[in-house]
């Protein structure tokens, strides 16, 4: 599996973008939270007292401070996406877009945020889903710190975690 940040000069750039104070103001032009009037489907059945699916909050990246993930909705409601604050309480935290979905292609009431705890964790292709692993493809995965759990409710869910090795996210399919 590769690394979903490759370093390359735009890249840096990007981050660097990604870190400013004025980005995340200009972030939240085009994103927001969700709010109650987001609570159907999948959210609202599965809700819990004081647990949300939309999002996460675990330090990630190991560096002692909170980080948050977030299932946001962009404000025009043509996408929403899956967001990690790095340094979430932090005016100058870093923000990273770890995916996103047309609205029309899938409601984000599909989809939920869980913890996955530290420890081994075999990929979905070791556990025998799909035809098997192909080469160089992830097993399994030895979590330091807690990992993003991105799940479709009753399905398919995948590890967002942090590599060291990269300084960033990662995925790996845990089950289809």
């Given amino acids: 599996m590769k690394p979903l940040r490759k370093m390359s000069v735009w890249g840096i750039i990007g981050l660097l973008i990604l870190a400013s104070p004025a980005f995340a103001a200009s972030f939240f032009d085009e994103w927001r939270y969700p709010d109650e009037s987001d609570v159907l489907y999948d959210w609202k059945d599965f809700r819990q007292e004081g647990r949300e699916f939309?999002?996460?909050?675990?330090?990630?990246?190991?560096?002692?401070?909170?980080?948050?993930a977030w299932i946001l909705i962009k404000k025009d409601a043509s996408e929403w996406g899956l967001f990690v604050f790095l340094d979430a309480k932090s005016s100058d935290r870093e923000i990273i877009e770890l995916g996103r979905t047309e609205m029309s292609d899938f409601q984000p009431q599909g989809m939920g945020l869980a913890l996955a705890p530290p420890g081994h964790h075999l990929s979905a292709c070791e556990k025998g889903y799909g035809s098997g692993c192909e080469p160089?493809?992830?097993?399994?995965?030895?979590?330091?710190?807690?990992?993003?759990?991105?799940?479709v409710f009753e399905s398919?869910?995948?590890?967002?975690?942090?590599?060291e090795a990269i300084d960033g996210f990662e995925r790996i399919w845990i089950s289809d």
């Fill in 136 to 151: 160089g493809e992830r097993r399994f995965v030895d979590l330091k710190n807690p990992a993003i759990d991105f799940f």
């Fill in 54 to 68: 939309y999002t996460v909050s675990e330090d990630f990246n190991g560096d002692g401070k909170l980080d948050e």
């Fill in 156 to 163: 398919a869910n995948s590890y967002f975690f942090w590599n």
